[in-house]
Nanobody
Framework: QVQLVESGGGLVQAGGSLRLSCVAS????????????MRWYRQAPGKQRELVAT???????NYADSLKGRFTISRDNAKRTVYLQMDSLEPEDTAVYYC??????WGKGTLVTVSS
């Protein structure tokens, strides 16, 4: 079993920042040893879920083109945690943000609301 628990969402004004966290646990080898590729997705109201950022086990990162320069994904394997630092937030960033591991496992999401 794999558990992904997101936190850090909330209400923020446009231009502000938030840092999301995702704590991973489970008995699958890649999760237990934190060698899994981790991703953040988001789903805005009425829209499809979209990939936000990816980080591999050795720290290589990739971002949706529209978010480069504003969002930063990182990980602390000792804490079994993946982060998403979000800066210069815009109302269009309002969404539920989900943590994903190994393409198969999902957290329940954390809501980010950006007011104008």
């Amino acid at each position: 079993q794999v558990q992904l628990v997101e936190s850090g969402g909330g209400l923020v004004q446009a231009g502000g920042s938030l840092r999301l966290s995702c704590v991973a646990s489970g008995s699958i080898f890649a999760i237990a040893t934190m060698r899994a590729t981790m991703r953040w997705y988001r789903q805005a109201p009425g829209k499809q879920r979209e990939l936000v950022a990816t980080i591999t086990s050795d720290g290589n990162t990739n971002y949706a083109d529209s978010l480069k320069g504003r969002f930063t994904i990182s990980r602390d394997n000792a804490k079994r945690t993946v982060y998403l630092q979000m800066d210069s937030l815009e109302p269009e960033d309002t969404a539920v943000y989900y943590c994903n591991a190994l393409d198969d496992y999902w957290g329940k999401g954390t809501l980010v609301t950006v007011s104008s």
